[in-house]
C-alpha cells in the first residue's frame, strides 16, 4: 500500500543483504520521463499499469534485488506472475497510521490521493479505506505478511508509529527465512 514504507525499509533490507534496491515507481518514471503524478495526469491510470506491468516484467529476470512495487501493483494477476519469480513481501500497516504518514508528508506524489476533500488526515484514511476494501485479498498473495501491529505487540509497544524502519526490515528478513523454510519442507515431502 502507498506509503507503507516500502522504500524505507526495502533498501535497509537491501543493504542488510547485500542486495541492490529498485523501486518500480522510480523505474517507471525514468521510462516514460514523467512523474508518477504527471503520467497520471497526463496519460491515465490505464496508461501507468501498463508501463508497471512491463517494468515488473523486466525486473523479475533480475538477481540478488530488494524490490520496492508500487502500492496498486497487486490489482493485476499478470504482475503477481512476475513478483512470484522472487519472494514477495506484504508490509501490513494500519491504515491510520498510514493516513498519518502521507498526511505528514502531502499527497501531491500520490495522485489516487490528491483529489479528495476534507483535511489531509481525512482523505488519506477514506481513500486508503477504499482502496484496501478492493485489494485487501489482493496484498495477501504475497510470500510474506509483516504486521506492524504483531511487530509492536512483540516489542511491547502500544503505537505502530514507533516502529523503526530497522525492526520492521529484521522482521521481514525473519518472515522470508520462515516462508523459504517452508518451500524447503514442503519440497522435502513430495
Ligand atoms: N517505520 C516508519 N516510521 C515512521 N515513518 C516511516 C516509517 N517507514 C516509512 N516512513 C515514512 O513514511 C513515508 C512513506 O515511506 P516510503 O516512501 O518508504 O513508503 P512507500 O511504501 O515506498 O510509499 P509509496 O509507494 O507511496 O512511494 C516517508 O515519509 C517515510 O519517511
Ligand atoms: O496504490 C496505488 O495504486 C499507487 C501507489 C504508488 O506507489 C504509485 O504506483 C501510484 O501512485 C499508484
Known sequence: MMGSGKTTVG?????VLGYSFCDSDALVEEEVGNSVADIFKHYGEAFFRDKETEVL???????RFVISTGG????????WKHMHKGVSVWLDVP??????????????????????????????????????????DSYANANARVSLEKIAAKLGQRDVSKLSPTAIALEALE????????ED??????
Open 11 to 15: 533498501k535497509i533490507m537491501a543493504q
Open 57 to 63: 516484467h523486466k525486473l523479475s529476470l533480475m538477481r
Open 72 to 79: 496498486g501493483a497487486v490489482i493485476r494477476p499478470i504482475n
Open 95 to 136: 491504515l491510520e497510521a498510514l493516513a498519518q504518514r502521507i498526511a505528514a508528508v502531502g499527497t501531491n506524489s500520490r495522485p489516487l490521493l490528491h483529489y479528495e476533500a476534507g483535511d489531509a488526515y481525512t482523505r488519506a484514511l477514506l481513500k486508503l479505506s477504499a482502496l484496501f476494501e478492493e485489494r485487501g
Open 175 to 182: 518472515q522470508i527465512e520462515v516462508f523459504l523454510k517452508e
Open 185 to 190: 519442507n514442503n519440497y522435502a515431502e513430495r
